[in-house]
DNA sequence: TTGCGTTATATAAATTTTAATATATCGCTT
DNA sequence: AAGCGATATATTAAAATTTATATAACGCAA
């Protein structure tokens, strides 16, 4: 243990041909797109544009082997954004690294003797 | 093990009250300074201003307990910086958990399957 | 068939970051 | 004491990023 007042952080994403595909970011747009139904209120929600949004799923739609978001427009309520069974998957699995990236942080953090 | 064509990088610095004091780019920057004993010859080697590399060791040498550099102007040479004893082990610290990250990246990479 | 709210896309404006430039200080060297 | 090369610092210019605005397309609902 430690009381040290410096600690250890870190960030981890997933990569495909040395370009970053899904962070913290991604992960927290897919879920607020999943709980909405909507780009725009999921964007909304995190204080970024539309545009940004749509690009960041833009993305990762054209990067994965499949896409994550399945977006319509008109219809009901103006229209629609979906995640898809696969970008759930990608939620899923980035959370699993997470969660092994807090536990590595939090036994490192203990080591810093500065 | 695993062929995906998707891998998980990710990148650890070292924070007090929660602002990033210690990483990858300022670790190099220390060591080019070691070598070179100018900050000048390591802002170039870098392709950073002199300014930024200055700003970054200011901000060091203000957030650690000890300066990581200490810097002469005038006299041989024009001048001088040489990282401190406190400096090596910071560098030496930073080390040892880069070690352990890039064996955490390494594990989990494998474990993808997107 | 008009309006509504959203997706989709382009362009322009504003802001923030980054880099370049200039100037002063310092102490050894010649 | 004049010059040199590096540190130190401020100011200006440029570049990159972010944000705002505008426009069109779409399909259901009223």
């Not at 709980?35 to 725009?40: A, F, K, T, V």
């Not at 319509?72 to 699993?96: C, E, M, P």
């Amino acid at each position: 243990m430690n009381d040290s007042k410096f600690n250890l952080d870190g960030r981890i994403w997933i990569e495909t041909a040395g370009e970053k595909i899904l962070g913290h970011g991604r992960v927290e747009l897919l879920e607020r797109i999943k709980e909405s139904g909507s780009i725009r209120q999921a964007a909304l929600q995190m204080k970024m544009s539309y545009k940004q949004a749509w690009d960041l799923i833009n993305h990762m739609n054209t990067h994965f082997t499949s896409p994550v978001v399945i977006s319509h427009r008109g219809g009901k309520g103006g229209g629609n954004a979906v995640v898809t069974d696969y970008g759930l998957k990608v939620i899923s699995q980035f959370h699993s690294f997470q969660v092994k990236l807090k536990a590595f942080l939090a036994e490192n953090s203990s080591e810093i003797n500065l």
